[in-house]
């Protein structure tokens, strides 16, 4: 199992390399590497995997019930979300299924609702109703004042978004696919094996080339001579309410699309907490991911409307993503067999959802490159730690505290991260090398006190786990 | 889970032991409530004085450092007869007052006469204040502060902003130099500072320390680590304050879960919306002075010995 962080890169060449450690990327790495045969690389130049927009979405499982039909992404969605509903269920990933209502506040929304539903059913997503507001009511009874009515999407989901890139790539590592971490992409040539990638830790060859590097995908296609399209970072920010409010709301409130753009969700996560977002600014600095005074106050305005109880819960944390936009209205999926090149461009907030199917397109584009998949065998399972509510934690568990006592002793209080979680953590496949990264992993230092009281002590096992 | 293994019984069960609930165990002991237990979530008891480093506490003739009061108030409870378990974390009601608690000797559910919450209170954090900005690393509690510098000697950068102007903010900025790191400035909305004239005057005279008041922190900068963050002056001027490390101290709020988990309200005194579960100290009045907990604790016994006594 390899995983680089620093140092000189291999000399080895490889078959395949995946630019990009997101979602999109590590589910590619883990579906080439149910092919033994291949040489697989994955170079991030993060220092963890999720590091860019995939860290910062809304932790949908999408049914793809308002996609465009009959495009790309519509299939993607579509395809992807039962792959990943699968998946899930068998790695551990913590998904629940709590159901989605767009709710209408005006007679414009109301008016609305039925093209949509009837958009759904186009989208092979069938089982979707309209709810007059008695009804609505009666399933939402915090909602604000004033709702008309509502779709109910039953199959809308939610669910741990870094626990599912995690899981990609951790079975990717143990199936022999190499990870560079801190590895960014400088430039790309031809060289006699195929590409030549200049990059901060040396030079990588390799014979076919994935392009999933997020924002960032433009630059390295415009390197490989295309202008195909160009990435407008568009910035969302969220704000994750305590576990407290976690009861104000049982399904994921989606805004109506209107001609005047799409609204704020309200949406409960798997961590059992509540989650009110997103903003959408498009901007031009790829780095922009603070949030902003008006943002914060936008989304407080909004959500007070829809759920004005949760205002009065504290905030545990307020994150802003940048969501990697274009001109497209589609996914910009191509790929360029004279050049042995796939690119997976304009993957937006969809992308989650969709990563398996995107996963599985983009290998079948390989082989139309020339690339020999060769024999399949499928990877060992991956066994996930569980940071969802709806499912036991370990703290709850007697027979795992009984067989070890370190899960009883918690750390981390307001999400109830034990010692024994944190350990097993840090020594994991694909270790974090950062505290953020331990938290995405554990939970640790994530809750309402945002480390009051365990901040010092997580910190403490950190740096004796990494001297 | 814990369905099928015994419910152990206890006639007071204390959740949390800092000061206040400290106070009232050794009170209800010393008076044969019967058995009387202590949980406390953290490794050690005694609460926030535990790393609270700097001395004001005991009394003027007995005068003690935070840890030696933490000593001192857990020693007069098991003294009394009251037993004080540390690394043992309350989960969640299972009846009017029963619990169900973890340790590393496993789940158990314990069963009391009488349940004192005693839970304390937090600061808030940067999150909660709604503070914009990037996600750097650099970002502290004084509660964080102080147990990184004061049980682990953790390092915490080299300048540091200290948000706030009250006590806790010069206790604050005392650890940060305390760990060899400079204060930048204190910020403060307010127009003056929340602390006694000398204390601010001693800070901004012997140690230098600039006190910005009617100024609010409008963003934090940088990635990876913080890079400064920018502040707000009432007049509308902005300025960017270089440095490593920002310190939110103060305002503090109850870290009242337990009682929101079963819908108890609570009050300013000990009793509570439901009968035989009291509270004490910092869940009713978030950020007071050790001192004050201990007293509020041993009034709380007052009232539950009167529970127990025509009770049920």
């Known amino acids: 199992m390899t995983v680089t962080a620093e140092g000189a890169l291999p000399e080895r060449v490889y078959d395949v390399t995946v630019v990009g450690a997101g979602v999109v990327g590590c589910a590619v790495a883990r579906e080439l590497a149910r092919r033994p045969g291949l040489r697989l690389a994955v170079v991030e130049a993060q220092d963890d995997v999720g590091q860019g927009t995939s860290k910062a979405n809304t932790a949908i499982l999408h049914t793809g019930f308002d996609a465009t039909p009959d495009s790309l992404e519509a299939r993607l969605v579509r395809e992807g979300s039962r792959r990943l509903a699968a998946y899930a269920a068998e790695s551990g990933i913590p998904v629940e299924r709590v159901g989605a209502l767009l709710v209408a506040w005006d007679e414009d929304q109301l008016a609305a609702l039925p093209r949509l539903a009837e958009k759904s059913e186009r989208n092979d997503c069938p089982d979707i109703r309209l709810l007059g507001a008695d009804e609505l009511y009666a399933r939402e009874p915090h909602l604000g004042p004033g709702a008309l009515g509502a779709l109910h999407v039953p199959g809308e989901s939610i669910i741990c978004p870094w626990t599912t890139t995690l899981a990609y790539a951790t079975q990717a590592v143990r199936a022999g696919v190499d990870l560079h971490l801190n590895t960014r992409v400088h430039g790309v040539s031809r060289s006699a094996d195929g590409h030549r990638l200049t990059t901060s830790r040396g030079t990588l060859h390799t014979r076919h080339l994935v392009n999933a590097a997020g924002l960032h995908a433009d630059t390295l296609d415009r390197a490989l001579g295309h202008d195909d399209f160009t990435v407008t970072p568009r910035r969302g920010q969220l704000i994750v309410h305590d576990k407290l409010a976690r009861s104000l709301v049982r399904h994921i409130l989606l805004p109506v699309p209107t001609a005047l753009g799409k609204g704020v969700l309200i949406a409960p996560t798997v961590h059992g907490n509540v989650l009110l977002g997103p903003t959408a600014e498009d901007l031009h600095d790829k780095r922009a991911t603070g949030s902003t005074a008006e943002g914060i106050a936008l989304l407080r305005e909004k959500g007070g409307r829809i759920l004005p109880a949760l205002l009065d819960e504290e905030v545990t944390a307020v994150y802003a993503g940048l969501r990697a936009a274009t001109e497209h209205e589609d996914y910009r999926i191509t790929a360029h067999p004279e050049q042995a090149y796939v690119t997976v461009g304009g993957i937006r907030s969809t992308g989650l959802t969709a990563s398996m199917a995107i996963a599985a397109h983009v290998a079948a584009l390989l082989a139309d490159t020339g690339l020999d998949l060769g024999p399949t065998r499928e990877p060992d399972p991956v066994s996930m730690p569980n940071l969802g509510e709806a499912f036991p934690r370990p703290c709850r568990r007697l027979e795992l505290i009984a067989a070890d006592p370190e899960y009883g002793t ?58 | 889970m814990t369905a099928g293994r015994a419910v152990r019984r206890v006639d007071v069960l204390v959740v949390g032991a800092g000061p206040a609930g400290l106070a009232a165990a050794a009170r209800l002991a010393a008076a044969g409530a019967g058995r009387v237990e202590v949980l406390d979530r953290e490794a050690q008891p005694g609460g926030v004085p535990r790393h609270c480093a700097h001395g004001g506490f005991g009394t003027w003739v007995h005068p003690l450092t ?85 049980l682990f000697g953790h390092s915490i950068g080299t300048r540091a902003v200290v948000v706030g102007a009250q006590d806790v903010s010069y206790a604050a900025a005392d650890t940060v130099r305390a760990a060899g790191a ?46 400064g963050v920018r502040v707000r002056h009432r007049d509308g001027r902005t300025a960017t304050l270089p440095c490593d490390t920002v310190v939110f101290t103060g305002d503090f709020v109850p870290d009242n879960e337990l009682a929101r988990r079963a819908g108890i309200k609570l009050a300013t005194g000990p009793h509570t919306s439901r009968p035989g579960v009291f509270a004490s100290g910092g869940v009713l009045h978030p950020g007071q002075r050790a001192r004050a907990a201990t007293r509020d604790g041993a009034q709380a016994a007052g009232a539950v010995l009167e529970w127990l006594a025509d009770g049920e």
Request: aromatic share 4%; with cysteine; charged share 25%.
């Open chain 2, 66 to 150: 935070g840890p030696g009061y933490a000593r001192l108030l857990t020693r007069g409870a098991t003294r009394a007869g009251a037993v004080v378990r540390s690394g043992v974390t309350v989960l969640d009601w299972v009846g009017t007052r029963t619990l169900a608690t973890v340790s590393p000797q496993g789940p158990e559910t314990i069963d009391a006469g009488a349940v004192v919450l005693a839970t304390g209170s937090r600061e808030r954090p940067r999150a909660a204040r709604l503070v914009p900005g990037t996600r750097p690393a650099g970002v502290y509690t004084t509660g964080e502060l102080q147990q990184a510098v004061h």
């Open chain 2, 182 to 227: 400079d204060v930048v400035a204190l910020v403060t909305e307010h127009p003056r500072a929340g602390t006694a004239r000398a204390r601010a005057q001693w800070a901004r005279l012997r140690h230098g320390v600039p006190l910005l008041t009617d100024t609010t922190v409008a963003e934090l900068l940088g990635h990876g680590r913080l890079s």
């Open chain 1, 410 to 467: 918690l750390v981390c209080h307001c999400e109830r991260v034990s010692r024994g979680e944190i350990r097993d953590a840090l020594a994991s496949t694909i270790p974090p090398r950062t505290l953020d990264g331990l938290r995405r992993r554990t939970r640790a230092r994530a809750g309402r006190c945002q480390g009051f009281y365990c901040g010092a002590a997580v910190r403490q096992l950190f740096e004796e786990a990494r001297t």
